[in-house]
């Protein structure tokens, strides 16, 4: 997973939202959501036409700017196109207030993924409108994501959460976005990702004269790309730790 710094919506999303909530129909939708399922349905029905008012190729390209075009959960990369899904971290369905509010937007891959000849969704397509502790946004979480050699991704232990937040957050990696099936395209393709810095780095130790040195730069060359390559996340744990 990556670290998603959010800035603000480009002007002409930031009108649009302001228009929509000074309108009369969004003023109608109560703030919270109703009992009953029947009602529900209804209630999430209305909250998805406000935000279908919103340009998607416009909120794409602003989210995929904010992510160098990866999926902000499984790290492959996305494009601005109707594959690529506009996530509600926090569930459409669950709060009025989450469903214009760009904070609360991440770009998504379609969910598709192979175990073996199995096909299942994973990231938001198998999220659905699960409330999740684990925050792509937040970057003190991210700094606690690992991978092992054989891609897999896990969750460190850290004094800075409880044991009951450290189990749910890898409950979800596991889960709920389903990041660790095995074997899968994304396991295996960090697998690989793991393997290919090993070999650089091993390059770089018997080459260079000042190892670390080059290897800073190579980590800042990685992080000030404007796209980042897919499974970033891999690359940057590596040589982090490694340093």
């Known amino acids: 997973m990556i670290y998603v710094k959010k800035g603000s919506p480009p002007k002409v999303i930031a009108q649009k939202i302001a228009d929509i909530r000074r309108?009369?129909?969004?003023?109608?939708?109560?703030?919270?959501?109703?009992?009953?399922?029947?009602?529900?349905?209804?209630?999430?029905?209305?909250?998805?036409?406000?935000?279908?008012?919103?340009?998607?190729?416009?909120?794409?390209?602003?989210?995929?700017?904010?992510?160098?075009?990866?999926?902000?959960?499984?790290?492959?990369?996305?494009?601005?196109?109707?594959?690529?899904?506009?996530?509600?971290?926090?569930p459409l369905s669950k709060k009025k207030s989450a469903v214009l509010d760009y904070h609360n937007m991440l770009a998504v891959c379609g969910g598709r993924d192979s175990q073996g000849e199995q096909l299942y969704n994973c990231c938001d397509s198998s999220k659905g409108s699960t409330i999740i502790k684990l925050d792509p946004r937040d970057a003190a979480m991210m700094n606690q994501i690992q991978y092992l050699s054989d891609g897999t991704l896990e969750f460190k232990e850290s004094t800075a959460y409880t044991s009951?937040?450290?189990?749910?957050?890898?409950?979800?990696?596991?889960?709920?976005?389903?990041?660790?099936?095995?074997?899968?395209?994304?396991?295996?393709?960090?697998?690989?990702?793991?393997?290919?810095?090993?070999?650089?780095?091993?390059?770089?130790?018997?080459?260079?004269?000042?190892?670390?040195?080059?290897?800073?730069?190579?980590?800042?060359?990685?992080?000030?790309?404007e796209v980042y390559p897919e499974y970033v996340g891999v690359m940057i744990f590596y040589y982090t730790r490694w340093l």
């Not at 749910?168 to 990702?193: F, G, M, T, W, Y």
């Open 23 to 90: 309108s009369n129909e969004w003023k109608k939708i109560p703030d919270c959501p109703p009992e009953s399922p029947e009602e529900q349905s209804a209630y999430t029905r209305k909250l998805r036409g406000q935000f279908d008012l919103l340009s998607k190729a416009e909120l794409r390209a602003a989210l995929l700017n904010e992510q160098h075009s990866l999926c902000a959960y499984c790290m492959r990369r996305i494009a601005n196109n109707t594959k690529t899904k506009i996530e509600h971290w926090y």
């Open 164 to 225: 009951i937040d450290i189990s749910q957050i890898r409950h979800e990696i596991n889960d709920v976005l389903l990041l660790n099936n095995k074997p899968s395209d994304i396991v295996s393709a960090r697998a690989a990702i793991y393997k290919a810095c090993q070999k650089r780095l091993d390059e770089i130790r018997k080459k260079s004269k000042n190892p670390v040195r080059d290897v800073e730069k190579l980590l800042e060359k990685i992080k000030t790309k």
